[in-house]
C-alpha cells in the first residue's frame, strides 16, 4: 500500500502540468457542489425565516368548549366562537418554566389573544388583539426587528399597531387610542410603537398590547389562550410537540401541521439542489475517469515492466486508484479552500443583505464536499486501474 | 550440475484458422544452474516467444514447463507472478526502466514489491550492484538522464536484486554500441561467477553469443545445440 503510494505520488508529480490540470478541473466541480450547498442551503434559510421563521414551531392552543353541545354542530358559529372568545388554558402557565428548561427549545411566549376594536376619534377598526408577555415580545416574531417607530417594549398601557392600520386610522406614535374587545371591555392605550412587516397582512390585523392588558381585557385574571414555542431546530417541532403533550397534558401542535406547503417547497428547492450537485459530482468522475485512462495507456509500457518484475494485478489497480484518491483529495481541498474564500465576503448565518445572494458559508458542507469527490474519484479510477492491470505484459513490453 | 530448467514438448501457436502460425514447435530444453547460454535465431524464429514463456509471462498452447521442480504451466496466475519475482529477472531490449524513477529505486523495485517497502537491506544491495555496474555515481539519477548502455546496465542490476536463479535477457544488447555491449556481456560473466545465477541471452550476434559458454540455437520452433 505504502510502496503503491509512493509510485501513484510519483506517476502524478512525474507530470506536474497534467496532474495541476487536472485537480483544477476537479477543484473547480468541488467549488461548484460548495457553492450550490451555501446558497440552497442559504435560500432555504432565507425563506424559512420570511415566512416560518416569524411562526411559532410549537404551539398549545385552548381547546375550543365543545362545540357539539352549546351550538348544536355548527362549524361556522364554533369557529367564530372560538376566534372571539377565546378558550382558557387554566394551567398552561404552570408549565411555562418546564418547557422552557427543555433541551432543544429556545423560547416560550404565553401569550392572551382574542378580537376587539381600535377606536381613534370617529374611525373604528378591527383587530386581532394579542396579549405577549412584556420581555418577550419578539420571542416567536422578531417584533423589535420589524418596528419602523417607536419601540416594541410592551408595558401597561401601550399598544403596538401595524403601519397599515397606522395609515387607516391617521394614528401617530405617542397618540392614545381605545381598545374594546368582544367580551364588552375597553381601555385606553397609548401607541408606543409601530412596525411594519411587509407582506400587508399582519400590518392590519394584528395589534399587540402586554399580557397584563389583554387580561383585563378578556377578563382572564389566570390561565393564557396560547403558548408559543421556539425552537433551537424547527425540524424537532414534529418531535418536540408530543414530547411537551406528555409532559403537561395539555395538546401541543407542530408547525408542519399547517405548514406543510412550506416543507414541500424546500424539499423541492432541496430536490433541485442534489441534481446540482449531482452534476458536479458527475463531472468530477467523468474527468478523473477520463485522465487515469489516458495515464494507463501512456503508462502500458512501464506496466508490463512491473508486471514482469512480479509486480501483482492488485498492486497495479491499487498505484492507479492511488492516484485517483489523490488527484481527488487535493481537489477537494483545494475545491473547499476556493468555495470557502469565495463565500467569505457573504454575511454568515442567514444575515442576508437585500439584493445580494442568499449564500450561508456555514451550509458549504465543506466536508460532504472533500469526502464525496474522494470517494467518486476512487470509484472513477477503479475501472482504468483494472484495465491497466489486465495488460498483457508481453504485448505491453513489446510496444 | 544440476537442472534449474527443463522444457518437455513445448508448443506455442498463435492465432487460429488462417492466421495461424506455430512458433515453437515440440521444444525441448535443459538448463543447468549456473549456465550462461546464448540463444541465437533469426529474426522471428521465436527467441522472444521461447524467454516469455520461461520467464512466466506467457502460457505455452501446450508441453511441460518445469523450474525448481515447479511445474509453471499448472500454476495459478498469483502464483507465477510471486515465483517469478522471487526466482526469475528480465533484461529486455526496449522499455527497460521506469522513466519517473532512479536508477537506484529501478533496481530495488523488485524487492520492494515482495515486501511491500523499500527496505534498507534492499537499498544497500541496489546500491551495491549499481556499483558493481560501474554506476556508483549515477545511484540518484532519473533514468531518463542515462545513455543506453549506463540503462542496460541498470536493467542488468534490477534483474540480479533478489537473487534469482535465472535471468533472462532478451536482446540485452541489441540497442547498444560494441564497447557498451562488451561491458555488458562481461558483468554478466562476473555475475555468474560471483553469484552462479542461470543466464540465457538472446542475441543474433554471434560475437556475443561466443562470449556465452553454450550456444542455443532456434530452428523451426525447435531448439538446437
Ligand atoms: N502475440 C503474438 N501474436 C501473433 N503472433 C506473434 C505474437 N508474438 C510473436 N508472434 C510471432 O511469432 C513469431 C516469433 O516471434 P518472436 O518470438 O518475437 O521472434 P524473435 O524474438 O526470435 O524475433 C513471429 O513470426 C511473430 O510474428
Ligand atoms: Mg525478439
Redesign the pocket.
Known amino acids: 500500500m505504502l510502496y503503491a503510494l509512493k509510485i501513484a505520488g510519483r506517476y502524478l508529480t512525474a507530470s506536474k502540468a497534467q496532474t495541476g490540470l487536472l485537480v483544477l478541473g476537479v477543484a473547480v466541480g468541488v467549488f461548484i457542489f460548495i457553492f450550490m450547498s451555501a446558497l440552497i442551503g442559504g435560500l432555504a434559510e432565507l425563506i424559512l425565516s420570511r415566512t416560518v421563521g416569524d411562526i411559532a414551531h410549537v404551539s398549545i392552543q385552548a381547546e375550543p368548549e365543545d362545540p357539539a353541545l352549546l351550538l348544536a354542530g355548527s362549524p361556522l358559529l364554533v369557529q367564530q366562537k372560538s376566534s372571539t372568545t377565546a378558550a382558557n388554558l387554566p394551567t398552561a402557565a404552570n408549565f411555562i418554566a418546564l418547557i422552557e428548561s427543555l433541551p432543544g427549545v429556545r423560547a416560550v411566549s404565553p401569550q392572551i389573544s382574542g378580537a376587539g376594536f381600535v377606536t381613534h376619534g370617529a374611525q373604528v377598526a378591527q383587530v386581532s388583539i394579542n396579549g405577549l408577555m412584556a420581555g418577550r415580545e419578539s420571542a416567536i416574531a422578531n417584533l423589535d426587528g420589524y418596528v419602523v417607530e417607536g419601540t416594541a417594549r410592551l408595558g401597561a398601557g401601550s399598544i403596538l399597531i401595524g403601519k397599515r392600520l397606522a395609515e387607516d386610522l391617521n394614528l401617530l406614535l405617542g397618540q392614545s387610542v381605545r381598545l374594546s374587545s368582544t367580551k364588552g371591555i375597553e381601555t385606553a392605550l397609548t401607541v408606543t410603537g409601530i412596525y411594519q412587516m411587509g407582506a400587508g397582512g399582519p400590518d392590519r390585523r394584528t395589534a399587540y398590547v402586554s399580557l397584563g392588558t389583554a387580561r383585563t381585557l378578556f377578563a382572564m385574571p389566570q390561565g393564557l389562550t396560547r403558548v408559543e414555542i421556539k425552537l433551537t431546530d424547527l425540524y424537532a417541532a414534529d418531535a418536540m410537540a408530543p414530547q411537551i403533550t406528555a409532559l403537561t397534558g395539555l395538546t401541543a401542535k407542530s408547525w408542519t401541521v399547517d405548514g406543510a406547503q412550506f416543507l414541500e417547497a424546500l424539499s423541492a428547492q432541496a430536490k433541485t439542489g442534489v441534481f446540482l450537485k449531482s452534476f458536479a459530482l458527475i463531472t468530477i468522475v467523468i474527468g478523473v475517469a477520463s485522465a487515469l485512462l489516458l495515464s494507463t495507456y501512456r503508462r502500458r509500457p512501464e506496466i508490463g515492466i512491473m508486471r514482469a518484475m512480479g509486480a501483482s494485478e492488485r498492486f497495479v489497480v491499487l498505484v492507479f486508484v492511488l492516484q485517483g484518491a489523490l488527484i481527488g483529495l487535493m481537489g477537494g481541498l483545494l475545491g473547499a479552500a476556493l468555495g470557502y474564500a469565495a463565500l467569505l465576503p457573504f454575511p454568515a448565518g442567514g444575515q442576508f443583505r437585500t439584493g445580494s445572494l442568499p449564500i450561508d458559508i456555514k451550509q458549504g458542507s465543506y466536508g460532504l464536499a472533500i469526502g464525496l469527490t474522494l470517494l467518486g474519484a476512487i470509484l472513477a479510477s477503479i475501472w482504468p486501474a483494472r484495465s491497466a492491470a489486465k495488460v498483457d505484459p508481453v504485448?505491453a513490453i513489446g510496444q | 550440475m544440476s537442472a534449474l530448467v527443463v522444457v518437455q514438448d513445448l508448443v506455442k501457436t498463435?492465432?487460429a484458422g488462417l492466421t495461424e502460425?506455430p512458433?515453437l514447435r515440440g521444444l525441448n530444453l535443459t538448463l543447468q544452474t549456473g549456465e550462461v547460454s546464448a540463444l541465437l535465431?533469426p529474426?522471428?524464429?521465436?527467441?522472444?516467444?521461447l524467454l516469455t514463456i520461461l520467464g512466466t509471462l506467457m502460457q505455452p498452447t501446450s508441453g511441460a514447463h518445469q523450474m525448481l521442480g515447479c511445474d509453471l504451466v499448472r500454476a495459478s496466475d498469483s502464483a507465477r507472478t510471486a515465483f517469478r519475482n522471487q526466482h526469475i529477472g528480465f533484461v529486455f531490449q526496449f522499455h527497460n526502466l521506469l522513466p519517473d524513477f532512479t536508477a537506484l529505486e529501478n533496481v530495488i523495485f523488485p524487492a520492494a514489491i515482495r515486501a511491500g517497502r523499500e527496505t534498507a537491506v534492499a537499498q544497500a544491495r541496489g546500491k551495491d550492484l549499481l556499483a558493481r555496474m560501474g554506476l556508483q555515481d549515477r545511484i540518484h539519477f532519473p533514468t531518463a538522464h542515462l545513455s543506453g548502455g549506463q540503462k542496460q546496465r541498470v536493467a542488468v542490476a534490477r534483474a540480479l536484486m533478489n537473487r534469482p536463479e535465472l535471468v533472462l535477457a532478451d536482446e540485452p544488447t541489441g540497442n547498444l554500441d560494441r564497447a557498451s555491449a562488451g561491458q555488458v556481456m562481461e558483468l554478466i560473466a562476473q555475475i555468474n561467477q560471483d553469484e552462479g545465477t542461470t543466464f540465457l541471452i538472446?542475441t543474433h550476434d554471434e560475437k556475443i553469443a561466443a562470449l556465452c559458454a553454450r550456444q542455443l540455437v532456434?530452428v523451426d520452433g525447435q531448439v538446437q545445440g
Not at chain 2, 43 to 49: D, I
Request: aromatic content about 6%; glycine content about 26%.
Open positions: 504485448t | 498463435f492465432g502460425t512458433v535465431g529474426s522471428g524464429s521465436g527467441k522472444s516467444t538472446s532456434v
